[in-house]
T-cell receptor
């Protein structure tokens, strides 16, 4: 089955700096790669996603890049703010429909 | 638009007891998923429904877990009997039929003592 690796597990940045989280996947048939933000006591919230026919996607301060050849994708957050502090999960579709395989998460801390 | 609703939000039980969780997906979403999220890990799929039919339950521990979606809308997930290792957050997600974008509910945090 699909295996998604995510790094780093924890990331601390100062407000205003950029944060980058990287993921790799194993199944070359995967074609959908969402990123979720999870705050304490809440469910995962979709923040951005990318499909295999696109190399990069941007939404305000958040961008995602995809390298299908290398089977890795990354989340970039610019001008970080304290409210960006949360756990971020990458995911990829499995080979059994649309169910997602998740990475282990990155705990991002943005300090003022 | 209302999001995915789940209840209860928290549940504490003793091992070998039974527990049930309820999920109401976003209106019009034919596909419903149950995920298990153990502390410090990403969600792991337990079961996927398309309307009231099961699409994928390969990772559901069928000796103790069961799920149903009788009318193709609400769903319940049951654990009987519970084990200590079942302590986790149980997340429900839904999506439109034939699409891959999933929206998650707030989850039910289960503690098995």
């Amino acid at each position: 089955g699909e295996n998604v690796e995510q790094h780093p597990s924890t990331l601390s940045v100062q407000e205003g700096d950029s944060a980058v989280i990287k993921c790799t996947y194993s199944d070359s048939a995967s074609n959908y790669f969402p990123w979720y933000k999870q705050e304490l006591g809440k469910g995962p919230q979709l923040i951005i996603d990318i499909r295999s026919n696109v190399g990069e996607k941007k939404d305000q301060r958040i961008a995602v890049t995809l390298n299908k050849t290398a089977k890795h994708f990354s989340l970039h957050i610019t001008e970080t703010q304290p409210e960006d502090s949360a756990v971020y999960f990458c995911a990829a579709t499995s080979n059994s429909g649309y169910a997602l395989n998740f990475g282990k998460g990155t705990s991002l801390l943005v300090t003022p | 638009e209302a999001g995915v609703a789940q209840s209860p939000r928290y549940k504490i039980i003793e091992k070998r007891q039974s527990v049930a969780f309820w999920c109401n997906p976003i209106s019009g979403h034919a596909t419903l998923y149950w995920y298990q999220q153990i502390l410090g890990q990403g969600p792991k799929l337990l079961i996927q429904f398309q309307n009231n039919g099961v699409v994928d339950d390969s990772q559901l521990p069928k000796d103790r877990f069961s799920a149903e979606r009788l009318k193709g809308v609400d769903s319940t997930l049951k654990i009987q009997p519970a084990k200590l290792e079942d302590s986790a957050v149980y997340l429900c997600a839904s999506s439109l039929a034939g699409t891959d974008t999933q929206y998650f509910g707030p989850g039910t945090r289960l503690t098995v003592l």
